[in-house]
């Protein structure tokens, strides 16, 4: 199954089922377009919005999170006339809409689909070949020295993901987490003893990223008084095959989305290419995974 996943809301029925069997033939997931599609799907897919340009309510609200500049929903507005169209609805970024014709859509889905997907996939290998170049500058010019490199890693997450603060924390010889890197500078060096309370150590425990939507309403972890400006974060256990090394914190996203797969897909991709930094230089305690 694709990564991608089909929003469609055609009006005349015969077209819009042509248009889902399309797509699940080339192994797609397809469904109509639900307000919560809208506005929380991209957490778990990549979302593509197949609209005719009559569902005008639907275009203004995917228009209302396409106007930030940071979010990317894609959609096809689907016309009568491709040459007169005119939307009713102002895009502020246009080139997150593509036009086409009623009688062509049936026939360009797979490659609009195609082209996204490559798009997608290009723009992530991208982002990494330019962090690695700059993790392996910075690695050299620091004398490998493991916090450093964190730090600079740190930003190129945040920057990438549109996150304001984020941490590395790593497990030491003593079994407890510590805070190698942090974009709250005087916490770093600060070390933390299990807790079941913890939403880090419950990610480190499961071995699976955490999604936390408002940690004031979650039963299972602590709110420290001080310790969020936002209650939306996401945890990312750090690992090397079936051990797990530690665990990366994001919070406060500064566009209108919160975290989502999306967001978990370029973190984990970034990981990737710190982990054997990580376990060359870094002397503490590995948890076995599941």
């Keep these: 199954m694709h990564q991608i996943k089909t ?25 109509p377009i639900t307000r919560d599609a809208i506005i929380n799907d991209c957490r778990s897919f990549e979302p593509l919005f197949i609209v005719e340009e009559t569902y005008r309510s639907i275009l203004r609200l995917i228009e209302f999170h396409n106007s930030c500049l940071f979010n990317f929903l894609p959609t096809v507005v689907v016309t009568s006339d491709r040459v007169t169209f005119a939307p009713e609805v102002s895009f502020r970024f246009p080139y997150k809409y593509f036009v086409a014709e009623k009688t062509k859509v049936s026939d360009l889905l797979l490659d609009i689909l195609a082209l996204f997907d490559e798009f997608r996939r290009t723009k992530h290998q991208e982002h990494l070949l ?25 930003t190129g997450i945040c920057d990438l993901v549109f996150a304001a603060r984020g941490s590395f924390m790593l497990l030491n010889e003593a079994g407890n987490l510590v805070v190698e890197a942090s974009t709250k500078k005087n916490i770093v060096g600060i070390e933390v003893p299990y807790s079941p309370s913890s939403p880090a150590w419950y990610a480190l425990k499961s071995g699976e990223p955490l999604f936390c939507e408002d940690i004031a309403r979650d039963e299972r972890f602590a709110k420290k008084g001080e310790g969020y400006a936002k209650d939306y974060f996401l945890i990312v256990p750090i690992v090397c095959g079936d051990r797990v090394l530690g665990v990366f914190n994001l919070t406060d996203k500064m566009v209108s989305l919160l975290f989502d797969r999306a967001d978990l897909v370029r973190i984990r991709g970034i990981l990737r290419l710190l982990v054997p930094l990580i376990m060359l230089r870094h002397r503490g305690a590995i948890i076995a995974g599941k």
Excluded: C, F
């Design 130 to 154: 330019r962090l690695q170049r700059a993790i392996g500058e910075v690695a050299i010019e620091s004398q490998n020295e493991l916090r450093t490199i964190l730090d600079h890693a740190l």
């Design 7 to 31: 929003y469609i809301a055609v009006r005349d029925r015969q077209l819009e089922n042509r248009l889902y069997a399309i797509a699940r033939a080339a192994h797609y997931a397809v469904s």
